[in-house]
């Protein structure tokens, strides 16, 4: 089993700066890609980004430039710098995890963010 613990819930004005952090624990040494999902009110769940194991990095389209994932493998965790927010960036933003032996794709608890004009 894996865990995963968002932090980072944030209420802030459009153009600034937010950065969320997913901890990974448990069993980890099958996972082979973390990233981020969102999902806004009354629309489905959308991948925002995601970085594999050897730091391939991929984005949606909306994101791409402002939006920044990372990770850091001493620490199990991976992080979404997200800059310039705006109004429709409000979401819950949901971790996840690949687990490419099991074959399982893991969900952290998801963490809102609301961004206001």
């Known amino acids: 089993q894996l865990q995963l613990v968002e932090s980072g819930v944030g209420l802030v004005q459009a153009g600034v700066s937010l950065r969320l952090s997913c901890a990974a624990s448990g069993s980890i040494r099958s996972i082979n890609a973390m990233g981020w999902s969102r999902q806004a009110p009354g629309k489905q769940r959308e991948s925002v980004a995601f970085?594999?194991?050897?730091?391939?990095?991929n984005y949606a389209g909306s994101v791409k430039g402002r939006f920044t994932i990372s990770r850091d493998n001493t620490k199990n965790t991976v992080y979404l710098q997200m800059n310039s927010l705006k109004p429709e960036n409000t979401a819950v933003y949901y971790c996840n995890a690949n687990d490419h032996i099991a074959p399982t794709l893991y969900w952290g608890q998801g963490t809102q963010v609301t961004v206001s004009s």
């Open positions: 970085i594999t194991t050897s730091g391939i990095t």
